[in-house]
């Protein structure tokens, strides 16, 4: 398609402003600015993609002579590109310098094409070094043939002899320039800001069953995620095949979506929110104990957006890392492959206190059994238990009701440690678990760091003078 200098969009797509005033095309001489960018989503499959000449941003090849012509003087052009490229119905346009005459252009269905130019023989013109020719396509629906994602790189050369203009290489060349013309760049991006919340020892309703400072709302971030897609403009947007800009509609069907993965268990709502402080959003749906979805619609860019959980109040908060990936469908799966991102780490929960776990406490007749909690550090802490029975391997056993307590508190004093016989807060067989020897699991969680509470889990057979002594154990550290 012929087009004249007047036609042209200002738009600088790799060089500056031409000396002349035109806009400036995909300029090989002055290089310096961005190629042209095509969204790399176009799927190019084994004969690549045909590209249109482009009214947004101008994809037309151009390059100054770089030589001073004498009258009528012939010299041979040859344009070559990286090998995965094809020049569909190349043309000198009409925007080229008039001070020369050009040539056929040989090389249709090529990566290269050569063609002669002379001086043109006019009153007061020359050809001269800053001269610029464009090389347009005479059919704008078929400009070039792509063939991958690979950058394409072209090199303007100007030669004595057609054989050399042909043949290409160094032999005969009197000036040559190169670069970068297409470059296929993402459309779209995917990030996370990752953050953290702390389960609180000290719940009211147990330990770990809500976030710290729980005054406010029972909904704390985890962490934030942020989308981006190219903007639609001259100045940094991205083409598809036809010569228009990208958009989210080009790529996304309406399922598109971010998914949240971790152990959710704990949670009755998952959502992005409206604001920093949680206060709203959009709810995550299809919503499991392993993964939540949300359809966020992507029809506009979305920054440091928090992702919310909403405590369930009476269920333990697991310690964990959690991701977030953006889950996307495409809008036209034979044109674009829209590949997901992630997963990525979103946050993590922590405890703010030590866990213990004796996963096998008893308290059969004739033993003396106990727990034995030290604190290292200077300040008294306090701590809760947990007992839990165990299922009976026995259909006795497994119909026994146990009737005892199965939390309570403890200080453990500083620099100190505190026995807790295990009798004297489950009971006996015959008081407390209806004849059967009790056995289950016993757990202390302490408001303390980690590194500050140790745990011992103590039975002792004072006939026999043996003791066994068994290190409570950390959870997910055994």
Not at 271 to 289: E, I, L, R
Not at 367 to 383: D, H, L, M, Q
Not at 461 to 467: F, L, R, T, V
Request: glycine residues 10%.
């Amino acid at each position: 398609m012929s087009r004249n200098k007047n036609s042209i969009l200002a738009v600088a797509v790799i060089g500056a402003l031409y000396a002349t005033g035109a806009a400036a095309q995909a300029n090989l001489t002055t290089g310096g600015g961005t190629p042209v960018r095509y969204a790399s989503e176009i799927i190019k499959g084994t004969n690549g993609v045909v590209l249109a000449e482009s009214t947004n941003i101008d994809n037309r090849l151009a390059f100054s002579l770089g030589y001073n012509f004498s009258d009528q003087e012939v010299r041979y052009a040859r344009l070559e590109c990286s090998n995965n490229i094809r020049f569909l119905s190349p043309e000198v346009d009409t925007g080229s310098s008039t001070d020369a005459v050009y040539g056929s252009l040989n090389g249709i269905n090529t990566n290269a094409v050569f063609f002669s130019i002379t001086d043109a023989l006019a009153a007061g013109a020359q050809a001269t070094a800053n001269d610029v020719v464009i090389i347009g396509a005479s059919d704008a629906a078929n400009a070039y043939r792509l063939l991958d994602n690979n950058d394409v790189v072209c090199t303007y050369s100007l030669y004595d002899q057609p054989s050399q203009a042909q043949a290409g290489g160094a032999s005969g060349r009197i000036f040559t320039t190169t670069n970068t013309f297409i470059r296929s760049v993402p459309s779209y991006t995917f990030t996370t800001t990752p953050g953290s919340a702390t389960a609180n020892v000290e719940a009211a309703n147990g330990a770990y069953t809500s976030f710290t400072d729980p005054a406010t709302t029972i909904d704390r971030e985890i962490g934030a995620f942020s989308i981006g897609f190219v903007p639609a403009n001259a100045a940094n947007g991205s083409l598809i095949a036809n010569g228009a800009f990208v958009t989210p509609a080009d790529l996304f069907a309406a399922t598109t979506g971010v998914r949240v993965a971790g152990d959710l268990a704990a949670f009755s709502n998952v959502f992005h929110s409206a604001n920093v402080s949680c206060g709203g959003g959009n709810v995550f749906n299809t919503f499991s104990n392993t993964a939540a979805f949300e359809n966020t619609g992507v029809a506009a860019p979305l920054a440091n957006v928090p992702v919310c959980f909403s405590e369930l109040g009476n269920v333990q908060i697991p310690e964990g890392t959690y991701t977030a990936t953006f889950d996307v469908t495409s809008a036209n799966a034979n044109v674009y492959a829209t590949p997901d991102i992630g997963p990525l780490t979103l946050g993590q929960i922590i405890r703010n206190g030590t866990s213990l776990q004796a996963p096998l406490v008893q308290t059969p007749n004739g033993y003396i059994s106990r727990i034995v909690v030290t604190n290292t550090s200077a300040t008294a802490r306090t701590a809760t238990w947990n007992f839990r029975p165990a299922s009976g391997a026995t259909a006795s056993e497994a119909n026994t009701t146990y009737t005892g307590p199965t939390t309570g508190t403890l200080t453990i004093p500083a620099n100190g440690s505190i026995v807790v016989n295990l009798v004297d807060v489950l009971g006996t067989a015959a008081t407390n678990f209806g004849g059967t020897p009790p056995r289950g699991y016993f757990t202390v969680n302490a408001a303390a760091p980690n590194n500050q509470i140790q745990g011992l889990y103590q039975i002792v057979n004072p006939a026999a003078g043996s003791i066994s002594n068994y290190v409570m154990v950390r959870p997910g550290t055994n």
